[in-house]
């Protein structure tokens, strides 16, 4: 079992910043993906940006790449997201997701194993 916290969410204007964060507890591995996922009212959840511990990257969607930052402090099993430049169409639930598989980091929501509660994220025009 894994578990994941998220915090960091809140309520923001449009061109601000905020940083979320998930730390991971339990049964994890030396090399497995930890990322982010946003769904917004009436959308299918969507994939944000990952990396995979051990110097395995990262990858983003294109919708937040330049704008959104991933990074991990493996000592403390936790994952950052810096969302910077803020948009109104990033308001949504971020989900922090872990994928404990091997090979390279996949956006299909399946492919990931265990997922946090939840934080909202609301960006205001």
């Known amino acids: 079992q894994v578990q994941l916290v998220e915090s960091g969410g809140g309520l923001m204007q449009t061109g601000g910043s905020l940083r979320l964060s998930c730390a991971a507890s339990?049964?994890?591995?030396?090399?497995?993906?930890m990322g982010w996922f946003r769904q917004a009212p009436g959308k299918e959840r969507e994939f944000v940006a990952a990396l995979r511990w051990g110097g395995g990257g990262t990858r983003y969607a294109d919708s937040v790449k330049g704008r959104f930052t991933i990074s991990g402090d493996n000592a403390k099993n936790t994952v950052y997201l810096l969302m910077n430049n803020l948009k109104p169409e990033d308001t949504a639930v971020y989900y922090c997701?872990?994928?404990?598989?091997?090979?390279?980091?996949?956006?299909?929501?399946?492919?990931?194993?265990?997922w946090g509660q939840g934080t909202q994220v609301t960006v205001s025009s």
């Open positions: 997701a872990t994928d404990l598989g091997l090979g390279g980091i996949y956006q299909q929501a399946s492919r990931y194993d265990y």
């Open positions: 339990g049964r994890t591995s030396s090399s497995y993906v």
